[in-house]
């Protein structure tokens, strides 16, 4: 099992009250904007323009596959951290961990996985993962 000492990099946000459900705890299907925020975040970290890369055909990524394990609820108000790794670069795909923390707290809320297929929305295809981002992905390590 991954630790939280495990990520190298954590980004940081707060439960929204329109993001809680009947329940009064966040409604599961908010956690996969929160991981694609969190990646998002991270690949800025590392250094690599996902906006303009996309624009220029150089590099999109293909969301194939998600899986999360619920270990328990965050509430309104609540700060989590959300750790992100790259664990695996294929050759056309990626695997991105997750895991998310109450903030302060050993307190786990959720893992997940996702693994993404390199896409070029100009051609609208899959290509290779490029080495610039293996390169990124290596020097920051995890």
Aim: hydrophobic residues 40%; charged residues 25%.
């Amino acid at each position: 099992m991954i630790m939280r000492s495990d990520f190298r990099f954590f980004h940081r946000l707060r439960v929204r009250y329109s993001e809680i459900d009947g329940q009064g705890i966040v409604f599961n299907a908010h956690y996969l904007t929160y991981l694609d925020v969190a990646v998002t975040e991270y690949f800025r970290t590392i250094g690599l323009d996902y906006k303009q890369l996309a624009q220029e055909g150089k590099m999109d990524m293909a969301l194939v596959k998600t899986t999360l394990e619920y270990k328990s609820s965050a509430m309104f108000d609540d700060e989590l951290d959300i750790g992100v790794r790259i664990s695996h670069v294929g050759n056309t795909s990626y695997t991105a961990e997750f895991e998310i923390y109450k903030t302060g707290l050993e307190d786990l809320v959720l893992i997940a996985q996702t693994i993404y297929v390199n896409y070029n929305p100009l051609k609208r295809k899959s290509e290779p993962v490029p080495d610039f981002f293996r390169s990124l992905v290596q020097a920051f390590g995890h």
